[in-house]
């Protein structure tokens, strides 16, 4: 985009061209901050179901006063020729016009019979509810294209707008148990199903280990606020802050940390956490992998808000050790995560971890034990403790 917006400002400005973007994000709000940074102030629509079913981006279409696709992918950049072959011609208006105002449709109306196994009629349901539902309907979408699914679980395109609907929901006050993990699972079956599809391939890769990752997701987030502030400007904000494996760069081989770590509750002595202060939810991206390939965890901290609970930022960081299987392999063993400045806090918490399955991999279903240390607190002015809670990391093994 910055390439071709560089190339045409002039014609921009000039009022011959008008640029309009269309995005597959799952995070729009980054495209905002990224436009602001770049300085292009031309409209984004927003696309992260890919209802336009597009199987790869950037796909650059030359559209006429009369909203007919003139060229596809005219030569990137190369303005002079898209002058001569297109803003320069004159076209035929088409022999009808649609005319039709768009309004909004009665949704209910379009829900298909309970007990229809019409995949078809389940998608365009759940898409419709997407568009015009808005928030206040995600759960229906969600429910509608999961009975899509239920109609036949190989509709690739069902699967990736399941897994959009999930994960929008992980992110919003609306959140439930297990959402990250169910759109990783719709994501990798999406991706099985159609493996050449780029979208589907790079929502996994988004989460996923660094072996895996074409480039860096979004390492230019920091540039752009830094920037955005040194013109006198304030930053897009974002909704969901990108972390970890989205800041991640990809590696060419997995080296696992040489350093001694000291196990740091080896006897178990530290009181158990039986999830009544603390909630842990582990998510394994991808969540099946192939002997010798790597996954990585995402391992999220929560207090629970129902005891009041929140974290005791005046004492030790939270630290996490791995007691990986015999011949699997993990970058450390043992982790730390900083405090933040506040004396107590109740955010959620999130460390991420790669982990290497060994050559000789078995089929199936393998639990990786781990144990979380931390200072949580009960209620407001309550009682603060040490506390320690065991974790399984899960992960399939799968032979090809």
């Known amino acids: 985009m910055p390439g071709w917006h560089d190339a045409t400002k002039e014609l921009q400005d000039a009022g011959k061209l008008q640029m309009v973007g269309i995005i597959q994000e799952q995070h729009p709000d980054r495209a905002r901050l990224f436009m602001q940074w770049k300085k292009m102030g031309w409209p984004i629509l927003v696309d992260s179901y890919n209802l336009l079913d597009v199987p790869v981006v950037p796909i650059t279409l030359a559209i006429d006063e009369y909203g007919v696709i003139r ?84 509709d690739a395109m069902a699967q990736f707008r399941l897994a959009v609907a999930y994960r929008m929901r992980y992110d919003s006050d609306a959140r ?28 996994i ?16 987030v920091n540039t752009a606020r830094a920037e955005v502030e040194a013109r006198g400007e304030v930053p897009s904000p974002l909704v969901v802050e ?3 494996a989205e800041f991640a760069h990809p590696t060419e081989s997995f080296t696992p940390s040489e350093a001694p770590e000291a ?15 603390i909630t842990i939810e582990t998510i394994a991206v991808p969540p099946v992998i192939e002997p010798g390939a790597t996954a990585r965890f995402h391992i999220v901290f929560r207090p629970v808000e129902e005891n009041l609970s929140h974290w005791n930022n005046e004492a030790e960081e939270l630290a996490f050790w791995i007691d990986p299987p015999r011949g699997w392999e993990v970058e450390r063993r043992y982790l730390t995560l900083p405090l933040p400045p506040e004396v107590v806090s109740q955010e959620a918490r999130v460390l991420e971890v790669e982990v290497r399955a060994p050559e000789g991999s078995r089929s199936g279903s393998v639990t990786i034990p781990a144990y979380a240390l931390y200072y949580v607190c009960e209620d407001v002015n309550g009682v603060c403790m040490y ?14």
Do not use: C, M
């Open 387 to 400: 506390r320690r809670q065991d974790v399984e990391l899960q992960v399939a093994v799968r032979r090809q």
């Open 242 to 244: 990108p972390r970890g």
């Open 263 to 277: 196990e740091p509750d080896p006897r178990g002595r530290v009181l158990r956490d039986e999830s009544q202060f």
């Open 176 to 203: 439930r148990d297990g959402d990250f993990n169910k759109a990783i699972e719709h994501w990798a079956n999406a991706l099985e199903i159609d493996p050449n599809q780029y979208i589907f391939r790079r929502r």
């Open 71 to 154: 060229q596809i992918n005219p030569p990137r950049g190369d303005v002079d020729l898209l002058e001569r072959t297109f803003l320069s011609q004159t076209f035929e208006p088409p022999a009808s016009l649609a005319g039709e105002r768009l309004t909004v449709p009665d949704l209910s109306s379009l829900r298909p019979p309970p007990r229809s196994g019409n995949v078809e009629a389940w998608k365009a349901y759940g898409d419709v509810l997407a568009v015009w539902g808005g928030a206040v309907r995600r759960d229906d979408a969600i429910g509608a294209y999961a009975a899509a699914i239920r109609s036949d679980a190989d």
């Open 205 to 220: 890769q988004q989460y996923g280990p660094r072996l895996d990752k074409p480039y860096p997701f979004y390492d230019w």
